[in-house]
């Protein structure tokens, strides 16, 4: 391994540094803390639901039919209805 040109002054500087004193650092005195911000209230948690997740495999014929309804809806009424909310609902009308 090929020595550094650098070594011998890096030796030097090091041996002069150990050898050194430290110097003490003037204190600065504590700054008051700042005012504290407007803390955000807790976030709170949702109310635990009684249902229960559930995944389920269409046919890609009834998909498309539930998709073909949602799609209406959404155009007549301005918000997004998904394919699970009119799932949901014809389940529920079934009952």
């Known amino acids: 391994m090929k020595k550094r ?3 011998d002054e890096l030796a030097k500087q090091l041996t002069t540094a150990v050898s050194t004193p430290l110097q003490k650092i ?3 005195a504590p700054q008051p803390a700042p005012a504290p911000v407007e803390a955000r209230p807790p976030m709170q948690k949702k109310p635990k639901s009684d249902a229960i997740p559930v995944f389920l495999r269409l046919p890609s ?4 039919q539930f998709d073909a309804i949602a799609v209406e809806r959404t ?6 209805v998904s ?3 009119v799932i949901i609902e014809q ?3 079934g009952q």
């Open 5 to 7: 040109h650098d070594v």
């Open 26 to 28: 003037a204190q600065v």
């Open 61 to 64: 014929a009834m998909y498309q």
């Open 75 to 80: 155009k007549a009424t301005g918000r997004g």
């Open 83 to 85: 394919v699970q909310q």
């Open 91 to 93: 389940l529920e009308r």
